[in-house]
């Protein structure tokens, strides 16, 4: 069976469950667990990855193209606006500065 991740987590129709001397366990059943792991990584991404949708490449958009006031700020919202990551700041630094 196929990983349904990441549009839906897995279950244990996917990632199946054996228990010592009770089941037999098939190539099907390693198979399945890779192709999980396949999906993770390429959900997470490479470094410095070119895939829009992959967790690395959204933090380093993150990074790069939002910039927040400066200051000791804390981070109270982060949206995705069209083609930009947007970070929402508390108005008063953090500190009091």
Known sequence: ???KFPAQ?????????VADDVDDVV?????????AIRAMEEKLGIDDSPVS????YIL???????????????VVNLYYNGN?????CDDTP???E
């Open 53 to 56: 949708t992959s967790v690395d």
């Open 1 to 3: 069976m196929t990983t």
């Open 27 to 35: 190539a099907a059943h390693h198979n399945d667990l890779v192709g």
């Open 84 to 88: 930009k990551l947007q970070v929402d």
């Open 94 to 96: 953090v500190g009091g």
């Open 9 to 17: 987590l897995d279950t244990d129709a996917e990632l199946h469950k």
């Open 60 to 74: 380093k958009q993150l990074a790069v193209k939002s910039e927040p006031p400066e200051g000791n700020y804390r």
